[in-house]
């Protein structure tokens, strides 16, 4: 009984320890801590990250939605689509966006679809609106 509930015990420290992990500072050559920070694109920084962003993209692919956003920070714009596909999309660039989020933008964003299980299975950029 005292084994079981110290197991227990070791696996609720585990769990804890686990969930509350901060997100990465680096993904291979990406600085996800700049590209957070920079948020809808507004300072410039994002722009400077897409190499990179292009390098690191099978490390994203077959990633769930929680995680992208754990690495990548809160998307700009969060789209649901037809069959619980759902998108998250970045600003990679200053534009519209920054005075008001909720305004049609032309900057250049990075869209991430995920299918129903919100599994990442596609990473598009998008240099004007289709």
Request: net charge positive; with cysteine.
């Amino acid at each position: 009984m005292l084994k079981i509930k110290s197991f227990f015990s070791v696996l609720m420290l585990f769990v804890i320890l686990t969930s509350c992990s901060t997100p990465p500072d680096k993904l291979g050559k990406l600085d996800v801590k700049k590209w957070r920070q920079d948020r809808g694109g507004c300072k410039g920084e994002r722009v400077t990250l897409i190499d990179d962003l292009k390098a690191e993209q099978k490390q994203l692919l077959g990633k769930f939605a929680d995680d992208i956003g754990k690495i990548l920070g809160r998307p700009d714009i969060h789209q649901l689509g037809e069959r619980n596909t759902k998108f998250y999309i970045y600003f990679l660039e200053k534009g519209s966006q920054c005075d008001d989020i909720t305004k049609k933008s032309d900057a250049k964003k990075v869209i991430l679809k995920f299918n129903a299980i919100g599994l990442m299975s596609e990473i598009t950029y998008q240099s004007r609106p289709l």
